[in-house]
């Protein structure tokens, strides 16, 4: 039996990807340092074509494959 998973458009939520964002470290690195993984992830509050009909807990209800997010985060260097 498969495990449904349901999301909607909310701060609260994030979409954490599974490969983290290889990043080299900002100049001035040693040569011998190699890229540095980031994990990165998304926040579901500005999600873009989500529903207009289905909502979950009075938000709109994030659709698999159809609904995007505006930005990433984590791959910048801090």
Known sequence: MA???????????RVVFMVPDFCWP????PPQVPP???PL????????NVTKDVKIN??????FK?????RTYGDEIA
């Open 58 to 63: 009075r938000k709109p209800a994030f659709v």
């Open 36 to 38: 540095i993984p980031f």
């Open 66 to 70: 159809a609904s995007k997010t505006n």
């Open 26 to 29: 900002p100049p001035p690195a």
């Open 41 to 48: 992830f998304a926040d579901l509050g500005g999600a873009k």
């Open 3 to 13: 495990i449904n998973k349901i999301a909607r458009k909310s701060s609260k939520f």
